[in-house]
C-alpha cells in the first residue's frame, strides 16, 4: 500500500509540473497586441497613426495655416490620399500677411480669398527641392481673371540663392516629408499676383521695370496692377537682352537716351488692354491693337513671330505667364511702333 501511495504522488507531482510548463511556455508566445492573435492590445484603439499635411502643421506650429486650412474647407483635401507639395507660411507670416491687407483677424478675410491664397500655395505631387529649378510653375489657385471661367496663376519660382517664390517667399525649412507628399516652410504669405508680381520677381525684366518706373509721369505700374479696366491685359515683355539689343540699334548708351514721350509710346505697344489672350488663342497673320492704338501682326509657323509696324520680328520665348489681371509673353526683340 505504501508502494502505490508513493507512485500516486509521484505521478501527481509529475502532472502540475507539466501542466506549469505549458503554462509558461504559452505565456512566453502571448504577445499584447499581436494581430496574430485574438488578444489585441487593450491600449490600441484599432486607428493608425496618421502624419499629413494638415496633421504636421498642428505638431509644427504652424497654427495660422491650421485654422486657415479649416476655415477655407480644405482640411479633407490636404488629409487625404493625394499627394501634394504645400509651401507652408509661418505664423509670423500670416501675421504680415493680415496686417498689410487690412485684416485685423483671419475671420476678416473672405473665405474666396482665403481659399484661392492657400491653392497658390500648393502644388500637386511630392516635390522635393532639389527637383525646383528656376523656371514659372503653375500654381493651383484659379484666381485669374474671368471669375466665370478662371485661370490658374503662376509661380515664379527662383533657385539661383536657395528657393525664392514670386519675388517675396523664401523657403526656411525644405523637404518635410509626410505621408500625403511635402512640406516646405516659407517666411511670407505668397499673395495672388498681378502682371506687375512677375516683372518685379523675375530678373530677366529688370530692364524692363527700369523702362516702366523711369518718369515720375508714367502710370504703368499703377495700371498693370490694378485689378480694373481695362483690366485684363496681355503684356508682350521684352526680355533684358531685347533691351540691350534696342540700344545698339538706336545707337544710344543707355535707357536714359531714349526719349520719354518714345518710351512711353514703346511700352504701350506691348501692351493689349481688355483681353487675356492666352498663346493657344493666337492665330496665324492674326492683327493685334495694342494699348498705344496701334497695331502688330502674329505670325505662326515653326516658332511665333510678330512683325511691328516698322517690319521687325521678334520671337515669342515663353508663354502663359498667367497673372490675376492678365498674361505675359516674354519676347526676344522690342517691338517699335511708327515713330
Do not use: W
Not at 509521484?10 to 507539466?18: F, Q, R, S, T
Not at 496633421?55 to 483635401?77: H, K, P, Q, R
Not at 497658390?120 to 522635393?128: A, L
Not at 515669342?316 to 509673353?329: C, E, F, L, S, W
Request: hydrophobic fraction near 45%; include cysteine; charged fraction near 20%.
Amino acid at each position: 500500500m505504501d508502494f502505490i501511495l508513493k507512485n500516486v504522488r509521484l505521478g501527481l507531482i509529475a502532472l502540475l509540473v507539466c501542466v506549469a510548463f505549458v503554462a509558461c511556455d504559452e505565456d512566453d508566445d502571448f504577445r499584447p497586441g499581436d494581430p496574430m492573435t485574438n488578444n489585441p492590445d487593450p491600449g490600441d484603439d484599432g486607428t493608425a497613426e496618421t502624419n499629413t499635411i494638415v496633421d504636421f502643421a498642428a505638431a509644427n506650429g504652424f497654427t495660422s495655416l491650421a485654422a486657415a486650412v479649416e476655415a477655407a474647407g480644405l482640411t479633407a483635401t490636404l488629409s487625404g490620399d493625394t499627394e501634394f507639395t504645400v509651401f507652408a507660411p509661418t505664423n509670423e507670416a500670416f501675421d504680415a500677411f493680415l496686417s498689410g491687407n487690412g485684416f485685423s483677424s483671419l475671420d476678416e478675410v473672405p473665405v474666396e480669398l482665403l481659399t484661392q491664397v492657400l491653392m497658390n500655395h500648393v502644388q500637386e505631387g511630392s516635390i522635393m527641392s532639389t527637383d525646383l529649378s528656376t523656371q514659372y510653375y503653375t500654381s493651383m489657385a484659379e484666381a485669374g481673371p474671368d471669375p466665370e471661367n478662371p485661370e490658374n496663376v503662376s509661380l515664379y519660382i527662383n533657385t539661383e540663392d536657395g528657393v525664392l517664390i514670386n519675388g517675396v517667399a523664401r523657403v526656411t525649412s525644405a523637404d518635410n516629408e509626410v505621408d500625403n507628399g511635402v512640406v516646405h516652410a516659407v517666411d511670407a504669405v505668397i499673395g495672388l499676383p498681378d502682371i506687375t508680381t512677375f516683372a518685379l520677381a523675375d530678373p530677366t525684366f529688370d530692364i524692363l521695370v527700369d523702362a516702366l518706373t523711369r518718369e515720375e509721369s508714367f502710370t504703368f505700374v499703377d495700371v498693370l496692377s490694378s485689378p480694373d479696366a481695362p483690366a485684363p491685359f496681355t503684356v508682350f515683355a521684352p526680355t533684358n537682352d531685347a533691351f540691350v539689343a534696342l540700344l545698339a540699334e538706336l545707337e544710344m548708351d543707355a535707357l536714359a537716351d531714349i526719349d520719354a514721350s518714345v518710351l512711353e509710346n514703346v511700352l504701350k505697344y506691348h501692351v493689349v488692354a481688355g483681353a487675356n489672350v492666352a498663346s493657344d488663342q493666337l492665330s496665324d497673320n492674326m492683327e493685334v491693337n495694342t494699348l498705344l492704338d496701334e497695331k502688330f501682326t502674329v505670325n505662326l509657323g515653326d516658332n511665333v513671330t510678330i512683325t511691328d509696324a516698322n517690319g521687325r520680328t521678334s520671337t515669342v520665348i515663353a508663354t502663359d505667364v498667367q497673372a490675376t489681371n492678365g498674361i505675359i509673353h516674354v519676347i526676344d526683340t522690342v517691338l517699335l511702333p511708327t515713330l
